[in-house]
């Protein structure tokens, strides 16, 4: 069993490496648990009205939304788009473009990249092999830093023996209940 120095010891040295990538994963997963409500990732710079005509029989590919992109003059790469319930969305880097296809009316809307927030946003969607292994072993060191934690005091009423455990389960049951109940 490790003594509770060396316990403190590395739960110190473990904190104060990983502090900023703490801190940077709450604030990104904060912005990241609201994205429904607004976009933190990017800004709105301007909304263009637009009005088009789209044939009824025209089959909707990727070629052919990159195409009326380039008609209604946005320039920058396309990234997906989908046709549901009679609305043709496009989504580019830079704009959104949303067309009713009964009417013919729609918009653009252009926007930016947030500084930094989008940046840290990208923290938790990153799939790289090396972003994946970096993480994990980030997880495994939270694991330390809590079960570090847990044995650092060594003696007394505080002690993870006589009252940690119960305050560990209450904080495990919580998420639990929530994974079962919403």
Known sequence: ???????????RDLGYFYIGLIISFAFSG???????????????VQTKAISVTIP???DITEKYAEELGKKLGIDDKIRRHKVKEDELKISFEKN????????GKGEIVTFMKTPIISQTM?????TSNWWIYYSDIFGLSLITIALTGAIMIPAGKFT????GWKLALAGLIVPLLILIFV
């Open 56 to 58: 009824k029989d025209t």
């Open 160 to 163: 993870f023996k006589k009252r």
């Open 30 to 44: 904060i912005l990241m648990n609201h994205r429904e409500h607004w976009h933190p990732e990017k800004y709105t």
């Open 122 to 126: 990208k923290l938790h969607k990153s």
């Open 96 to 103: 959104d473009v949303e067309i009713d296809l009964k009417t």
């Open 1 to 11: 069993m490790i003594s509770p120095l060396k316990a403190r010891n590395l739960h």
